[in-house]
């Protein structure tokens, strides 16, 4: 079992940066792929990000290429989310979730889910 927790989101103005963290516990190895979804009110969960072993490898999805960063570090067992030049269509629940195996931007890929934390960007 792994469990995750998010951290770090909150309220901010259009054009502001968050940093997202997940704390990871239980059976995570460094060679499982980390990543983000989220999910704004009335729509399907998305893929944001994801990175795999030993950050090697990331992906974005289109609609945050060159604003978010997503970064890993193994020894403290974390995954950042760094958001900059924030939109009012980027607020949403961000999850942080985990799978043993190379990143997948689908959703049904991934085993193990945080709680979620509330990204809210206002204009």
């Known amino acids: 079992q792994v469990q995750l927790v998010e951290s770090g989101g909150g309220l901010v103005q259009a054009g502001g940066s968050l940093r997202l963290s997940c704390a990871a516990s239980g059976r995570i190895f460094s060679s499982d792929a980390m990543a983000w979804f989220r999910q704004a009110p009335g729509t399907e969960r998305e893929f944001v990000a994801a990175?795999?072993?030993?950050?090697?490898?990331?992906d974005y999805a289109d609609s945050v290429k060159g604003r978010f960063i997503i970064s890993r570090d193994d020894t403290e067992n974390t995954v950042c989310l760094q958001m900059n030049s924030l939109k009012p269509e980027d607020t949403a629940v961000y999850y942080c979730?985990?799978?043993?195996?190379?990143?997948?931007?689908?959703?049904?890929?991934?085993?193990?889910w945080g709680q979620g934390t509330q990204v809210t960007v206002s204009s």
């Open positions: 990175i795999g072993w030993s950050g090697g490898s990331a």
């Open positions: 979730t985990s799978r043993n195996g190379r990143w997948s931007t689908r959703m049904a890929a991934y085993h193990y």
